[in-house]
Nanobody, 121 residues
Framework: QVQLVESGGGSVQAGGSLRLSCAAS????????MAWFRQAPGKERDFVAG???????RYSDSVKGRSTISRDDAKNILYLEMNSLKPEDTAVYYC???????????????WGQGTPVTVSS
């Protein structure tokens, strides 16, 4: 089993920044790839950014250039730093773990409880 606990969400004005954290515990081999997804009210859960065990990184077009994903394997923490936030970034952000760095939410086996981000204009 893998346990994921997100933190760092909150309310921020447009143009601001946030750093989300995801503390991971449990089977290391079950979290070769870790990713951030987000889900706005009434919408599907969308891929935001992901990183695999070898350092490979993917970003969605919606956050590319404004966000940085990183992982501290010594501390078992995944980070997502988001800058130049926009109102359309408002969503609940979820941390996920799986075997492969892919964009499909269904391919991830473990999920955190989510942390809300609200960006006001």
């Amino acid at each position: 089993q893998v346990q994921l606990v997100e933190s760092g969400g909150g309310s921020v004005q447009a143009g601001g920044s946030l750093r989300l954290s995801c503390a991971a515990s449990g089977r290391t081999y079950s979290r070769n790839a870790m990713a951030w997804f987000r889900q706005a009210p009434g919408k599907e859960r969308d891929f935001v950014a992901g990183i695999n065990w070898s350092g490979g990184i993917r970003y969605s077009d919606s956050v590319k250039g404004r966000s940085t994903i990183s992982r501290d394997d010594a501390k078992n923490i995944l980070y997502l730093e988001m800058n130049s936030l926009k109102p359309e970034d408002t969503a609940v952000y979820y941390c996920a773990a799986g075997q492969w760095l892919v964009v499909a939410a269904t391919r991830y086996d473990y999920w955190g409880q989510g942390t809300p981000v609200t960006v006001s204009s």
